[in-house]
């Protein structure tokens, strides 16, 4: 399906189909991909969007099940990293040809010279353990095959409210420890943080509207940012005892870091416990517009209703007809369904109205006070 929740989904079967499909399509990738480094980055992508899912359930998910699971898919992650590692250093490398301080011509082309031998060696070595793949994706299909089993039972959305929140003022937390200090590490760290948060938005914004998309969007570009950072940090590592090129590199790296502070500081301006709070009030909302424009029956017309279509399978054309009339006199007016039930002989059938009344298509008792709705 997609990497979000879908409309009318219960969260915690949402939480556990994303996490499944993202594991599914690591798996996939690891064993029919033709381009390995492809497949490995494909791979380790799939593999930070479900732990991020995982932060998003944690209110919901045992500690001790999401700790066993998030290790699991950190340490598989970890073996698949190396040459294309090389290769990121290597493009940083080259988008320093134009910076200002430029950096010594020398200094450039020898650690250009050291990493591409680098790449070379880490390639051969993952040439070499042609098992490795495999591997991984069996690490990855135990996982898979538990998370049916996941103690996941919040369909609702107080427990990813919480999770957003957390994880937003992790985010915001992370971001003061990191314009705080010097430390490169801190400025990796306050990225991951973005990244969950970016993550999150992206599995909720469908559901709570415009105003997360706005955030999405704002995570997405500070995420960029602190990527490019994170870039320029290990390639500074790599730089070894080169003076000109550290210069370089340092010079734009601090002017990434100004443009993060700025991007950071509008992303994570509200308080996380008021956060949480709007984005609980925008996900309640998305309930009660369902609630609002949902077909509503009196359980004496649903009960009705349902006994009409049980004699249906054994009706003759003028039965079928008469308890059409009927439907619609109760206010089902199944040509209105047609695109939220199965396709099947026979026309409307007894288990398509359960299943309007699952997902809260058709609803069962009195409508709602206007009043109510909204939390008024």
């Known amino acids: 399906m997609s990497y979000r929740l879908e409309d ?15 594991l599914d399509d690591a798996i996939a990738g690891l064993r029919t991909g033709e381009d390995r480094d492809t497949a490995i980055h494909e791979a380790r992508k799939s593999l930070k969007k479900a732990r991020s899912a995982l932060r998003l359930a944690r209110e919901d998910l045992p500690k001790d099940t999401r700790q066993t699971e998030n290790a699991a898919m950190r ?6 990293s190396g040459a294309r590692d090389a290769q990121v250093m290597l493009d940083t490398l080259e988008g320093l040809t134009h910076a200002i301080p430029a950096p010594p011509g020398d200094e450039l082309r020898s650690l250009q010279r050291e990493l591409v031998a680098q790449r070379a060696e880490l390639a051969s070595r ?14 990855l299909e135990a996982i898979r095959v538990r998370v049916p089993t996941w103690d996941l039972t919040d369909q609702g959305w107080g427990s990813v409210a919480e999770g957003a929140g957390l994880i ?3 985010g915001r937390a992370a971001m003061r420890h990191a314009l705080r200090g010097d430390s490169d590490d801190d400025w990796h760290e306050w990225r991951k943080r973005v990244k969950d948060l970016w993550y999150a938005g992206r599995i909720l914004a469908p559901i709570s509207g415009p105003q997360i998309d706005g955030l999405v969007a704002e995570a997405d570009e500070l995420s960029d940012v602190l990527g ?7 390639l500074l590592e790599a730089a070894g005892d080169r003076p000109g090129l550290r210069a370089a590199i340092v010079a734009r790296r601090d002017a990434l870091r100004r443009v993060a502070a700025t991007l950071g500081r509008r992303l994570f301006g509200e308080r996380p416990t008021a956060f ?7 996900l309640a909302a998305h309930d009660d517009a369902h609630a609002a424009s949902a077909r509503w029956l009196t359980p004496e017309a649903a009960q009705q209703a349902r006994e009409l279509l049980a004699a249906k399978p054994s009706a003759d054309p003028a039965g079928r007809r008469r308890i059409a009339v009927g439907l ?15 396709r099947r002989v026979g026309g409307f059938a007894a288990e398509d109205l359960e299943l309007l009344v699952a997902r809260g298509i058709v609803r069962v008792g009195e409508p709602p006070d ?7």
Do not use: K
């Open 8 to 22: 009318r989904e219960g969260v915690a079967d949402g939480i556990r189909r994303i996490v499944a499909e993202e």
């Open 75 to 80: 340490d598989a992650s970890r073996r698949l």
């Open 126 to 139: 993952l040439e070499g353990d042609a098992g490795l793949l495999e591997d991984v994706a069996g690490e």
């Open 168 to 170: 937003h003022d992790r």
């Open 228 to 234: 490019d950072h994170n870039d320029l940090a290990v």
């Open 276 to 282: 949480a709070r709007r984005l609980h009030a925008l």
């Open 328 to 342: 619609r006199q109760l206010g089902l007016r199944t040509s209105d369904y047609e695109a939220d039930v199965p």
């Open 370 to 376: 206007p009043a109510t709705l909204g939390g008024l």
